[in-house]
């Protein structure tokens, strides 16, 4: 018998027919003899129709504690109607809301952060032989006051609920059925890989493959929950994201992650001297603008170029402000380009392989892809490419590094 916690997400309880189907897929579990938890999002759609109420009341960029009471309610409605289902089908079953369930959070409304959460509660319900169905993406503040956790936060309460009462496994129910070296959309022969370590999957998902929140992914690696990403709609054994000792699979690379959120802007000829890159820099973050990759280029006359990017949605904000400093600073030109993408090779792999960079570029230059801007870390090598590259330019990757499923070939 093994304690699973089990999350589903808003297109896997999108329907009251999704949702009945969810209850069977429980039950089946409680049928092998396991104590399960389930996690739920709000059904699809809804977190954005809140949002739009939101809107229409407090204009463009809703905020603040009310727009977390509103925003709660979605997973409110999902957690009723599953324990709805699961009692009705002869499964014992107790719905509970974040706060009911003890989970505490920061102040940080709209995107707070667990703190803590009452184990001792939840093991005391489980021992009652019942499943517990809790709805994520939510808490309680020290002030009484419900908070929710950021779009996507569901994973994270499924994950934090995990590693409090140490489960055997924490389990994310989704429209894919795993992590996939890169999105099969753009590359069809792309494989879904078995296992992949909670370093690369944080790289994978902060650099646009959306399969887990962040957050989730980071607690679940500080904690070592054994996490799996899985299809409610397909069996089979998803993707488990572990630690590195447990990845047998000796690949250099686990796969290519794509953002095509980013832009690009850039100051010429500004004076090279200390100081000048938080000049530049520090009236974007004021703006509470997040910068992605920096290049500044060695200077041969003492001026030096300066190119970041940004949020494609930031960038109007972003060269406005940008433009003030410039003139500031006495630079002589600024520019930007909202037409590229990123593309990031993954794999811990890297550690242990030299030349992976030289290869990869190698690659891009004979499809005569100009690469703009690099960045490396430890496992990860990005670039900053032109938009109309991106599906050759994974595609190409793909190919070069023995991504493809070998089984797929019909
Ligand atoms: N319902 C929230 C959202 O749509 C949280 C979640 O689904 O994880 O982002
Ligand atoms: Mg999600």
């Given amino acids: 018998m093994a304690v699973i916690v089990q999350k589903y997400g808003g297109t896997s309880v999108g329907s009251v027919e999704r949702i009945e189907h969810v209850a069977e897929k429980v039950i089946s579990y409680r049928k092998q003899g396991h104590q399960v938890i389930v996690v739920v999002s709000a059904m699809s759609g809804e977190t954005d129709r809140l949002l739009g109420l939101a809107r229409a009341v407090q204009g463009d960029y809703p ?12 997973e409110q409605v999902t957690i009723a109607l599953l324990a709805m289902a699961l009692n009705q089908r002869g499964c014992k ?63 994270t309460t499924a994950v934090a609920i995990a590693a409090a009462i140490t489960a055997d496994e924490c389990q994310i129910f989704t429209d894919v059925d795993g992590v996939y070296t890169t999105d099969p959309r753009v590359e069809p022969n792309a494989r879904r890989l078995e296992k992949i370590t909670f370093e690369e999957m944080l790289e994978m998902a902060s650099l646009g493959s959306k399969v887990l929140q962040i957050r ?13 990403v899985l299809s409610s709609f397909k069996e089979g054994e998803g993707t488990l994201i572990t630690t590195e000792e447990n990845q047998m699979e000796e690949a250099k690379i686990a796969g290519i992650a794509f ?9 010429k000829g500004v004076p090279d001297q200390p100081g000048i890159a938080a ?72 550690r242990s392989h030299a030349g992976i960079a030289s290869e990869m570029f190698d690659c891009l230059a004979q499809e005569s892809i100009n ?5 490396t870390s430890e496992i990860k090598i990005s670039v900053v490419v032109d938009e109309k590259y991106l599906e050759l330019a994974v595609r190409c990757l793909h190919e070069k590094f023995d991504l493809a499923d070998s089984i797929k070939e019909e």
């Fill in 63 to 74: 905020t603040g504690p009310e727009l977390d009471v509103l925003l709660s309610t979605g």
């Fill in 93 to 155: 079953a107790i719905s509970r809301t974040g706060p009911q369930l003890g989970i505490k959070t920061d102040s940080a409304f709209n995107k707070a952060r667990i703190t803590d959460m009452d184990a001792a509660g939840i093991k005391a319900l489980l021992a009652q032989d019942q499943v517990i169905v809790v709805a994520g993406f939510q808490g309680l503040d020290d002030d009484g006051n419900i908070t929710t956790l950021g779009r996507g936060g569901s994973d």
């Fill in 216 to 228: 989730a992914v980071e607690f679940a690696g500080k904690y070592k929950v054994p996490l799996r």
């Fill in 259 to 267: 953002n095509r959120d980013e832009a690009k802007l850039s100051v």
């Fill in 279 to 350: 000049k530049i820099l520090g009236p974007i973050s004021s703006a509470n603008i997040e910068v992605d990759m920096i290049v500044q280029n060695v200077a041969w006359d003492n001026t030096a170029n300066f190119t970041f990017t940004v949020h494609r949605n930031d960038y109007n904000r972003a060269l406005e402000v940008l433009q003030n400093t410039a003139k500031q600073l006495g630079a002589s030109d600024v520019n930007g380009d909202t037409s590229i993408v990123k593309v990031s090779l993954i794999g811990v792999g890297m």
């Fill in 371 to 375: 690469i703009r801007m690099i960045s």
